[in-house]
């Protein structure tokens, strides 16, 4: 399909991205497009976030996200969290991503992709998480992504930042995440904002 908008934006995640139990313009994801109509940004922002996933399961549609928008220019992932829930081995959830990685450039050559780190929430073995934990590092520095900081740190685990079950984020730790990632994404200039 043909994009109105000059450049779109997929944020590729699981229930934090997709805005567990909330209403979707309750998402980070949503949070931002907004944000970026409000500067003049001609962005559209895809949320690509599924309750459930795994790096595995969002490889597996990550292709259909490219043959539907012709113009991602910037891919935001942020995967593992179901991983470590699953007890996944580490080195499994390395390769998925990195075929997400290489799928999105298949596409898109040029496409800038960021890497969010994502937490093991001490599910893992000792051993296990310190694999977990420099995966994120490796991907970043051997296929030339940006590594984020785990942008719901603070949140998970907050009462007055989660829903009932203190992981997911209600709608104020939703709000945080996407202040955390306006800044990091566009006010540090990661992603430039663009007139329209």
């Known amino acids: 399909m043909q994009d109105t908008y000059d450049s779109s934006i997929l944020f590729l995640g699981d229930s934090f991205t997709e805005g567990y139990l909330l209403h979707p313009q309750e998402s980070f994801p949503a949070i931002l497009e907004k944000k970026l109509l409000a500067a003049g940004a001609n962005y559209k922002v895809i949320n690509g976030g599924r309750s459930g996933d795994t790096a595995m399961d969002a490889l597996y549609r990550t292709e259909a996200f490219f043959r539907n928008h012709t113009n991602i220019d910037f891919l935001v992932l942020f995967l593992g969290a179901n991983d470590a829930f699953q007890g996944v081995d580490p080195d499994f959830t390395e390769k998925r991503l990195r075929e997400i990685i290489d799928t999105a450039r298949k596409y898109r050559p040029a496409i800038q992709v960021f890497l969010i780190r994502v937490s093991s929430f001490g599910l893992l ?56 990632l306006w800044t990091l994404l566009f006010v540090e200039g990661r992603i430039p904002l663009k007139d329209r």
């Open 125 to 180: 073995s000792p051993e296990a998480t310190g694999r977990f934990d420099a995966l994120f590092e490796r991907i970043s520095a051997e296929q030339d992504c940006d590594l984020l900081p785990f942008v719901l740190e603070g949140i998970v685990g907050n009462p007055s930042l989660t829903l009932g079950d203190g992981v997911h984020p209600n709608p104020e730790g939703m709000r945080l995440a996407a202040e955390r």
